[in-house]
């Protein structure tokens, strides 16, 4: 075992994997900055030049395009509160408000440690869970998954603390939006007016890209100034103290980790859940969770961790059944297609050093990609002092791309346009675009499961199902935690300022 | 009573609770259970919110200043603007006016600044996108670029 391991870590150090690694990471770090484009589209334009490649090489070049937009993802969240990548979202939550307060440079920081340190970990997961990574996939059924689903949902409670009316409004708005389109399991059309526009629903990418970046440019350009509110820190002094916050904060770093490899390891589920849910766990866990919000470091270790852990979780599927585990390793499946590789049981068998050089590439493009970006992170914190009527145009034009890159569709657009105006009211009345994101998020992941779970072991299969009662469990706990510790906790932590 | 803009939003929200739910209605039993089941209740809580609103006559959670009315006027008439010009030039000429004539108008930008960037703004959109990544760009009514 050790020695194969050794083979893949030869492997990923050939020259020309590591220059095509570095080509890669730098087409992912301004694929993830740019709202609307992902590491699926990095993935789609890099795939026709991996035809020639060995595997070592088209994978080095692949996974290193793919992970580093994890990284450009979040600076554009931290920054603009614009989240490069619907991976990003919860990282705005409190990686913005630091941004707001001058302290862009430790937010850029503490999300360029957690990206180390949870790629790290997921690899870690995978290599562990080789031997049982068939059996612990087969144990995840739409009973569990539907649990996951409602464990996220649950954190819109938590996040109703400052109006609940509103907070839980929000969500629930979220919820029933996520219902227009196709039922998922019926296929009856609902709330779509006739169109075949919004047969497949309303896209994700283009709300997110409408509330963040057209709503939060209405509001900084009717309020005037720029993003920072206070003296910018520029240099490397901030950043280096936010690469100290994940070891402070270590034990939520790994709980997050751990999360978001799960999460990554259910097919179908995504990214983004694991974004939300190991927020919602930074939250419910902590003893002053309505501070959340306000620039906690937890608020970015914990997202960033787990988004980035998830990328080890989503290849546990993929590698050992040929499923993927997400729409970025769907892509990722026809490059090993093309590489003459049949994902499955055959790469334990006779393909274990690609299956090891796969893991040090997504640990080592998480490392170099980290490093890259705080190498720019003092620079890039300058983007927060750009005044306002210069910033909004910008990035309401960077919204609006996005919106269009996402599917290629105009309507696209327009939902970007008006859920922008939407969204910026929704923070002038106290609404939590929050809450209508996990909403929106967690929905269709929620009914599917939902409907799928109670067709194969009826209604009761909450109770029927270890896995599932296991979860529902642990939903409860999460959901009166916070509650219980604002009752009885005796001391208070320290807030993030 | 006096409508302001919170009121009239949280109005517009619970309306458009209603409509989601009233619609609801119609569909398959399977197709309608958990959009009523999340929509009912959403619908009682904007009740709620909205009457105990109305009844307690309360000050809103932000008022804008004249200024602040003004500029937010003028991002809702660029946003506008920008709808229309997609719609009549197309996507990736639109973004570029709308980057020359904002920064131009509003940022009060010199030429050369304003002009680079709708420049950079175009070949983005119609670079990136309409050449290398070969996406269907929207072409507008006058189908120009």
Known sequence: MIDTMLQGLALMLQPEALLYQFLGMILGLIFGAIPGLSGIQALAILIPFV??????????FLLGAHVATCFGGSITAILLNVPGTSLSIATCWDGHPMA?????????????????????????????????????????????????????ITLIVTLSAKSMIKGLVSGMLGLMISFIGQDPVTGVSRYTFGTVNLMDGIDLVAVVCGLYAVGEMIKLFADGGAVAKGEVVYGLEGVWKGMLQPFKHWFLLIRCSVIGALIGACPGVGGTVANVVAYGHAVQTSKNPETFGTGRPEGIIAPESSHISKEGGQMIPTLALGIPGGEATAVLLGAFLILGLQPGPAMITEHLDITFSIMWIIAFSSLMSSALGLLLAGQLARITSVPGHILAPLIVVFGVVGAFASHGSIIDVFVALGFGVIGYYMRLFGYSEACLIIGLVLGTIFERNFQMANMMYGPTFVFTRPISLVLLIATVIMLFLPFIKGKFGKGKEATGA | MKLNGERLFNLAVLAVLCGFVFMAIDFTPKARLLPLVIGIPSLVLMIILVAADFLKNREPVKKLSDEQLKRQWIMFAGIAGL??????????LAVAIYMLLFLRLVGRMGWAGSVGIAIFAFVLVYGLFGMMLHYPLYKGLLDLV
């Open chain 1, 51 to 60: 035809f020639t490649m060995d595997a070592n090489v088209a994978f080095s």
């Open chain 1, 100 to 152: 707001k307060q001058g302290r862009a440079g430790e937010a850029l920081g503490i999300s360029a440690m957690s990206n180390v340190l949870g790629g790290w970990f997921g690899v870690i997961v995978l290599a562990i869970s080789i031997p049982v990574m068939q059996p612990m996939i087969m144990a995840l059924q739409p009973s569990e998954l539907f649990m996951v689903a409602l464990l996220g």
């Open chain 2, 83 to 92: 709808l229309a010009m997609i719609l009549v030039v197309g996507l990736s």
